[in-house]
């Protein structure tokens, strides 16, 4: 069964970093395709970033454009996500997300992604 396990979330002050983790276990991680999405209280799940099987290709959503990094290391069935110049707007659940799917593909829609993690808060103060 293939499980994702975020980590990483907490407290951050505005301006500041955070850096996110997602482990994928119990599947060949090279497989899948990876997306970060994030939930605030009363609005949809939105996408943050994504990135293909092999990394070689990236999505971000406008928002997060030069303010995240989205990566992955697949020897270590890892992706990640690295927050900068935070806001008190990306307050937020943050989840992982995968899909096995077409080599080299980006998937930037939640109905994309059939495996999800459990998230992880990520909170930022004024």
């Known amino acids: 069964q293939v499980q994702l396990v975020e980590s990483g979330g907490g407290l951050a002050q505005a301006g500041g970093s955070l850096r996110l983790s997602c482990a994928l276990s119990?599947?060949?991680?090279?497989?899948?395709?990876m997306g970060w999405f994030r939930q605030a209280p009363g609005k949809e799940r939105e996408v943050v970033a994504a990135?293909?099987?092999?990394?070689?290709?990236?999505y971000y959503a406008d928002s997060m454009k030069g303010r995240f990094t989205i990566s992955r290391a697949n020897a270590r069935n890892t992706v990640y996500l690295q927050m900068n110049s935070l806001k008190p707007d990306d307050t937020a659940v943050y989840y992982c997300?995968?899909?096995?799917?077409?080599?080299?593909?980006?998937?930037?829609?939640?109905?994309?992604?059939?495996?999800w993690g459990q998230g992880t808060q990520v909170t930022v103060s004024s």
């Open positions: 997300a995968a899909r096995e799917g077409v080599i080299g593909t980006i998937y930037s829609t939640r109905r994309a992604y059939d495996l």
């Open positions: 119990g599947g060949t991680f090279s497989n899948y395709a």
């Open positions: 990135i293909t099987q092999s990394g070689g290709r990236t």
